[in-house]
T-cell receptor, first 115, second 114 residues
Framework: SAVISQKPSRDICQRGTSLTIQCQVD?????MFWYRQQPGQSLTLIAT?????????ESGFVIDKFPISRPNLTFSTLTVSNMSPEDSSIYLC????????????FGPGTRLTVL | AQSVTQPDIHITVSEGASLELRCNYS??????LFWYVQSPGQGLQLLLK??????LVQGIKGFEAEFKRSQSSFNLRKPSVHWSDAAEYFC????????????FGTGTQLKVEL
């Protein structure tokens, strides 16, 4: 399985500011995913990021609020823009497994608190 | 739309006791099935997966899961729980017909009493 790292591991931010989360994979992957996990909740997919194309956002998530970059096959960023306390969550990136059957491997997550 | 149900929000077991966590899915065809574990402050770790074939699958950390098509279930089991198994467990499904999206259940929080 791929080894995935995320930066920062946690942050406390003021409302109205933006935070960019980085996701680094130790091997080349086609598809990367970004999830949000609100306190005490399950995971919700924000968007799918393919290298060389625009990210595909799920219903309820928009590019202006969560811009995503995917400059190469091992790296992606998610920005949480104009933050409010409701954005306080764990943000996780994941990559698809080699078998391409829906299996995903996850990074350790970024715990964000917005004051 | 596909959905995943984990009917038990919280489960408490004694160390050494057996464990079964329930998962039911609603989908037009048998999906690919997964169990993940999330320890406090950690990301998700894949415990096991079912694609096809033998309906009893073995995973890491002594866990196993059984796929029952007639019940649309994929329950997770462990014969003897260790205190380190305390964590949140998520069942997830992915479509077999293409696409890579995982749909997660709401999770079951496992507490282990010593």
């Amino acid at each position: 399985s791929a080894v995935i790292s995320q930066k920062p591991s946690r942050d406390i931010c003021q409302r109205g500011t933006s935070l960019t989360i980085q996701c680094q994979v130790d091997s080349q992957v086609t598809m990367m995913f970004w999830y949000r996990q609100q306190p005490g909740q399950s995971l919700t997919l924000i968007a799918t990021a393919n290298q060389g194309s625009e990210a595909t956002y799920e219903s309820g998530f928009v590019i202006d609020k969560f811009p995503i970059s995917r400059p190469n096959l091992t790296f992606s960023t998610l920005t949480v823009s104009n933050m409010s306390p409701e954005d306080s969550s764990i943000y996780l990136c994941s990559v698809e497994g080699r078998e391409g059957r829906g299996e995903q491997f996850f990074g350790p997550g970024t715990r964000l608190t917005v004051l | 739309a596909q959905s995943v149900t984990q009917p038990d929000i919280h489960i408490t077991v004694s160390e050494g006791a057996s464990l079964e966590l329930r998962c039911n899915y609603s989908y037009g065809a048998t999906p690919y099935l997964f169990w993940y574990v999330q320890s406090p402050g950690q990301g998700l770790q894949l415990l096991l997966k079912y694609f096809s074939g033998d309906t009893l699958v073995q995973g890491i950390k002594g866990f196993e899961a059984e796929f029952k098509r007639s019940q649309s279930s994929f329950n997770l089991r462990k014969p003897s729980v260790h205190w380190s198994d305390a964590a949140e467990y998520f069942c997830a499904v992915a479509p077999t017909g293409g696409g890579n999206k995982l749909t997660f259940g709401t999770g079951t929080q496992l507490k282990v009493e010593l």
